[in-house]
Nanobody
Framework: QVQLVETGGGSVQAGGSLRLACTAF????????MSWYRQAPGKEREFVSI???????TYADSVKGRFTISQDNAKNTLYLQMNGLKPEDTAMYYC????????WGPGTQVTVSS
């Protein structure tokens, strides 16, 4: 019912920036309360940020002040602006919609070198 496609990953040096995008396709009523998660090698997937249906946002403490989540409803696209990147931000980044039981994208790799 829903397909999510993440783009924008890549390799940057510490202190650099990247902007991730997640475009959603499918039933509009399933696309809401969109979030970003990440998973580093050998670690569990962890929450990064969420933007709720009312526009409110929440961030993990580890990214607060450096990452900004936003969305363009007209384009069905979720964004994650990542500034001040650190090597510990290296991970596969996934977007998720909480609607209709939840759907995940395949992920996009972010690598930050020191």
């Amino acid at each position: 019912q829903v397909q999510l496609v993440e783009t924008g990953g890549g390799s940057v040096q510490a202190g650099g920036s990247l902007r991730l995008a997640c475009t959603a396709f499918g039933q509009a009523y399933c696309i809401h309360d969109m979030s970003w998660y990440r998973q580093a090698p050998g670690k569990e997937r962890e929450f990064v940020s969420i933007i709720a249906s009312d526009g409110s946002t929440t961030y993990a403490d580890s990214v607060k002040g450096r990452f900004t989540i936003s969305q363009d409803n007209a384009k069905n696209t979720l964004y994650l602006q990542m500034n001040g990147l650190k090597p510990e931000d290296t991970a596969m980044y996934y977007c998720k919609t909480e609607g209709c039981g939840g759907y995940w994208g395949p992920g996009t790799q972010v690598t930050v070198s020191s």
